[in-house]
């Protein structure tokens, strides 16, 4: 009886410190998104607008920027068509060669908010670097097999890496070089955003780290390499796990049996855009913020470890004789 008492005296106050441990745990993943919506609505820090203002400065709007970044891939694609029909000897008279440039399609806003003073809405395929393969996802079915996975040589991303931000150790599997050579057009390099393009929902991005190998994508993957002029890629992958993005890839989703964002979707999803310098504020400040709640939850998942084992050792004390005195 005494034990029994024990055991219902001591279990009840375990569980309250559980569920309260949970509760935080709950309270910091509802923080990171609040920090996250703030961050991509022009909230978390001071505008570049405003402190152009208050210092009484210019500033290149996130308006102007897309338009220089569409300048330069249009000039590059001029460039390179231009050498493209000297090579075959049939170099142009006049100018309408030109016109078989097609222009990224802009993103439709008609239900989106109004973004602040500065910021612009933009498409991954106007923000893409004019590089080939800029926005790319990993190769189908018999194009890559598991029969072609290798202990070493170049490796490979899935979706597991993507979601945990963790490119080595997770069940690595590898490819050689021939086979890398194929699938070209599926290669990331460092600083390359990466999109989960299935899942429940799909969108958990990362960067595709400094000092890593370049690697080859799996089918369930985006690869998506920004322009040098679009700013940082981290703001980039914040702003597609963002709520005001989320939001849009869940519309992409709708009515797929298997929730899946398919790149002609993905390419036309609209992100905010800030200034450059707004940008890297922006970036700063919640990698401060994320970083403080990854220490408060490295907290949590200790205590609640130790919980576990507070459980285990009242049990073991109890039917060992020694929780309470034995008669």
């Known amino acids: 009886d005494r034990i029994v008492d024990a055991l219902d005296a001591q279990f009840p106050r375990l569980a309250s410190a559980v569920a309260a441990l949970e509760r935080i745990r709950a309270n910091l993943k509802r923080y990171r998104a609040a920090v996250l919506k703030a961050a991509c609505e022009g909230r978390l820090v001071p505008t570049e607008a405003e402190l152009a203002r208050r210092e009484g400065r210019d500033y290149e709007s996130a308006d102007v920027l897309l338009q220089r970044i569409l300048r330069e891939r249009r000039a590059r694609w001029e460039a390179e068509e231009l050498e493209r029909l000297k090579a075959k000897g049939k170099p142009p008279t006049d100018d309408r060669w030109k016109k078989k440039y097609k222009e990224p399609e802009p993103p439709d806003t008609t239900e989106l908010p109004q973004l602040p003073e500065g ?51 997770l069940d690595d599997k590898f490819i050689d ?32 780290p400094v000092g890593r ?26 702003a597609i796990r963002s709520p005001l993005v989320h939001a849009q890839i869940l519309q992409a989703t709708q009515g797929v049996a298997q929730k899946k964002i398919s790149l002609a979707r993905f390419r036309r999803i609209a992100l905010p855009v800030p200034p450059l310098a707004e940008q890297r504020r922006i970036v700063d400040e919640l990698e401060r913020r994320f970083s403080i709640a990854d220490k408060q939850e490295l907290v949590i998942a200790r205590n609640l470890q ?9 049990l073991h004390s109890a039917f060992t004789g020694r929780l309470v005195p034995q008669d």
């Open 306 to 314: 130790r919980a576990t084992r507070a459980r285990h050792a009242i």
């Open 213 to 238: 190998p370049p690697a080859v994508i799996s089918a369930d993957c985006v690869r998506f390499l920004p322009s040098s002029l679009a700013g940082d890629p981290k703001f980039l992958a914040y």
């Open 177 to 208: 070089f021939d086979k890398a050579l194929e699938l070209r057009a599926h290669w990331v390099f460092p600083g390359d955003v990466l999109i989960t393009k299935m899942g429940d929902p799909p969108g958990d991005t990362a960067v595709y």
């Open 119 to 169: 910021w612009t809405w933009a498409t991954p395929d106007q923000l893409a670097s004019p590089e080939e393969h800029s926005l790319a996802i990993g190769p189908f079915g018999s194009n890559l097999k598991v029969d072609d996975y290798r202990e070493s040589g170049v490796p490979l991303v899935f979706v597991r890496h993507i979601r945990a931000g963790q490119f080595e150790g």
